[in-house]
């Protein structure tokens, strides 16, 4: 049987610590990564997310920037956009949960988007370092939807760090469970 290998997109893929700060994303291009957001497998095809793009010079980009923890400040805001990530976890204004997979749902479309743009030359970078209270209530999602996460996306400052650390594959075979 033939060995197979990482697809190179997969193993490119990387979150840089900086972006250049020249570089800007298209509309056509926020839309392409939307649309790959929206091919990933939901729960009973549930798709319980959403987005708000804010490409740098939309007037919605200051509103979100300003939101940001000084650690992801210091790079974020150089991305041609970032995107809030929002999961729909409640129908409406109740407590009934819409969908026990709608936080899970929404990482597979932002692992899909995240795809997209790797493949489209371009950098994504997951993170959670933002005020959630001040940006939800600029935001103001409807009922039952909540931000989880922001993507920042562009082109990456400089060159990818040859080391890079990842788990092993047996490392993660491993039990995730105290032994009784």
Not at 11 to 28: C, K, L
Not at 91 to 97: C, E, F, G, K, S
């Amino acid at each position: 049987m033939e060995q197979q290998t990482l697809h190179p997109l997969l193993r490119a893929r990387y979150s840089p610590a900086g972006f250049d700060p020249d570089h800007e994303v298209t509309v056509d291009e926020i839309d392409l990564l939307l649309e790959a957001a929206r091919w990933a497998p939901s729960a009973g095809n549930s798709q319980p997310w959403a987005f708000v793009p804010a490409r740098r010079g939309d007037p919605i980009h200051p509103t979100i920037t300003r939101h940001l923890a000084r650690s992801s400040r210091a790079w974020a805001a150089d991305a041609s956009a970032l995107i809030v990530n929002l999961t729909r976890r409640f129908v409406d204004d109740t407590d009934l949960p819409y969908s026990d997979f709608a936080d899970y749902d929404l990482g597979q479309a932002v692992a899909h988007l995240t795809i997209q743009a790797q493949a489209m030359d371009l950098a994504c970078h997951q993170f959670r370092a933002f005020d959630l209270a001040a940006l939800s209530a600029d935001l103001a999602p409807a009922p039952g939807w909540h931000i989880v996460s922001m993507t920042a996306i562009g082109r990456p400052a400089g060159p990818l760090a040859t080391e890079r650390g990842r788990r092993s594959v047996a490392d993660l075979r491993r039990d995730a469970f105290a032994p009784n």
